[in-house]
């Protein structure tokens, strides 16, 4: 009769054991996705921000081209696949989409002239060059053209308007 009552509560011991190493792991795991934030398959991890133009670099010469002023660049990815923003002076919009990568198609925009010192142009025509992007890692966003050939850099200008 002994062993058979110390086998019962051996055996209650190992169910109990193992439930909370399977409570354990399962816990762990699920902890380590949401608190690291890098989440970059996430579509939404870009969307309804502000973000501000602050670089532009050329992978062949390694040239970097700093934005004076990133505010008046900004580019908004909203969830519904449109796309908005500022460049200099005028105001853009069109559609995005992450199925192969990222690509922007650029819509109505208005043309106004901005300056001579202006980066309008080259901002939109990067902007509708782009294949990837995402994340940066560092709580930035960073889109690329074809290959790589120019990293264009953003910073979270905050909340989307």
Not at 25 to 44: F, Q
Request: glycine share 12%.
């Amino acid at each position: 009769m002994q062993k058979k009552s110390m086998l019962v509560p051996r055996f209650s011991l190992l169910i109990w054991l193992s439930l909370f190493t399977l409570i354990g792991l399962v816990a762990c795991s699920t902890n380590s996705d949401e608190s690291d934030g890098s989440n970059d398959a996430d579509p939404n991890a870009i969307t309804d921000i502000n973000w501000q133009w602050t670089s532009v670099t050329e992978r062949s010469s390694g040239n970097e081209t700093t934005v004076p002023d990133p505010s008046i660049y900004t580019v908004v990815f909203h969830t519904d696949g449109s796309v908005t923003g500022q460049a200099d002076c005028n105001n853009f919009s069109g559609t995005y989409s992450q199925d192969n990568g990222l690509v922007i198609t650029l819509g109505p925009s208005t043309m106004a002239f901005c300056g001579e010192a202006s980066l309008d142009q080259v901002y939109v025509g990067l902007l509708g060059s782009i294949v990837a992007g995402g994340p940066d890692g560092s709580g930035g966003l960073a889109l690329e053209t074809a290959g790589g050939a120019e990293r264009m850099s953003f910073q979270n200008g905050g909340a989307a308007p």
